[in-house]
């Protein structure tokens, strides 16, 4: 069982930079990508960017340039960096991670952290 816990969201105007983290605990030796997901009132929750064990990334075509996701696995952190936010940025921010089960993975959540942009 993998806990995670977010940080790093808030309110920013237009244009502004935010950066979140996410610290896991428990059976981080088995993780294998973590990510971030977001989801806005109304809204399917989304991925937004995700990192593999390694260093490969995956961004959603919307925050490509914009959004830059990092991985510390020494502190078992994820990291995302957002510039140049924009309004329809606004959701709250889920951190994932991805621990391979025979047939698939199996995933956590964190509990999720508020990202306000104003225009």
């Known amino acids: 069982q993998v806990q995670l816990v977010e940080s790093g969201g808030g309110l920013v105007q237009a244009g502004g930079s935010l950066r979140l983290s996410c610290t896991a605990s428990g059976s981080t030796f088995k993780i294998d990508a973590m990510g971030w997901y977001r989801q806005a009132p109304g809204k399917q929750r989304e991925l937004v960017a995700a990192i593999s064990s390694g260093t490969n990334t995956n961004y959603a075509d919307s925050v490509k340039g914009r959004f830059t996701i990092s991985r510390d696995n020494a502190k078992n952190t994820v990291y995302l960096q957002m510039n140049s936010l924009k309004p329809e940025d606004t959701a709250v921010y889920y951190c994932?991670?991805?621990?391979?089960?025979?047939?698939?993975?199996?995933?956590?959540w964190g509990q999720g952290t508020q990202v306000a942009v104003s225009s």
């Open positions: 994932n991670t991805k621990v391979g089960v025979l047939g698939g993975w199996l995933d956590s």
